[in-house]
């Protein structure tokens, strides 16, 4: 068994992407996931788009994915029409960024970020599988593959049976689940929403947890038990792309060199269990 791992431009998502990359190849890494944020890179700007892509490509690094934009005028789940419409529009803006910059898997929120959002739980996702429907299209007709991570479970689209209802609506070819470790464990389902999601993850967002808060820390500083996690996935089949999603946070000072550790401490863990983890 042998995955990639990628760390996500959300470690350094308050300041522009360009930014990071001189560092980020200087720890090692050679793979990223691009985080659509406000203020860290500009999707819209097909001329700054290209822009990035040539810079990567002088550093040697590639784009493999992109974590579309979400919440607030990206809410796929809106229960305003016209709203719902323009947030898929949004997130199509990004898809086309994605294809610029050469990656391949689109990664969206189907819930909302909204916290008193869950009575309407029912018709937001049934809003969330019309926006999905219409993103899946679009993204076949690109060459993507679309990823719907589950969120924090008292968050619409959290809670496992939630996000296997609207994975329910997509097929099997071009869509998945991007499995994110730090609101599985903190859910109290890890190694059982793994098994439940089963060879439909083709992603993992690896951060860990102090079992309180979504810390988003390095792999290892925190509680999830990531040598019975490595093993549930390989169980699994699971072939994708394990993506370091740690985040810039007050008060947490070196983040590129704690990934360069954390990507090691998983790479001792795999290599002891007879798996594979290439980060370069």
């Given amino acids: 068994m042998k995955w990639t791992l990628s760390l996500s431009s959300g470690i350094a998502y308050t300041r522009p992407l ?18 659509a944020a406000p203020g860290h890179f500009d999707y819209r700007n097909n001329e700054r788009v290209l822009s990035l892509r040539r810079e990567m490509d002088r550093l040697g690094i590639r784009t493999t994915s ?13 229960l305003h029409e016209s709203n719902r419409v323009a947030a898929v529009a949004e997130i199509e ?13 689109l990664v969206l929120h189907a819930g909302t970020e909204d916290e008193d959002a869950r009575p309407q739980w029912r018709i937001r996702l049934s809003q969330s599988r019309a926006s999905l429907a219409r993103l899946y299209a679009y993204c076949r007709k690109l060459g993507l593959v679309l990823a719907v991570e589950d969120m924090l479970a008292h968050l619409v689209g959290g809670r496992t049976e939630e996000v296997l209802w609207v994975m329910e609506s997509l097929p099997r070819e071009g869509a998945g689940i991007c499995l994110d470790i730090g609101r599985s464990y903190l859910s109290g389902e890890l190694l059982h929403r793994v098994k439940q999601f ?5 992603m993992v967002h690896a951060h860990d947890t102090m079992g309180v808060y979504d810390d988003h820390l390095p792999p290892g500083e925190g509680m999830v038990p990531w040598p019975s996690l490595l093993n549930r996935l390989a169980d699994t089949g699971f072939d994708g792309e394990i993506v370091l999603e ?14 360069r550790k954390s990507a090691l401490f998983l790479q001792r863990l795999a290599s002891a269990a007879g798996y594979s983890i290439d980060a370069g």
């Fill in 18 to 35: 360009s930014d990071l990359l001189a560092p980020v190849r200087q720890a090692g890494f050679s793979r990223m996931q691009v985080t």
């Fill in 66 to 78: 992109m974590h579309a934009p979400y919440g607030g005028k990206a809410d796929l789940s809106s």
């Fill in 93 to 105: 803006r990004s898809a086309d960024a994605l294809v610029s910059l050469g990656g391949k898997v």
């Fill in 198 to 202: 089963g060879d439909r993850i083709v």
């Fill in 246 to 259: 740690i985040n810039d946070r007050p008060g947490a000072p070196d983040l590129i060199e704690r990934a």
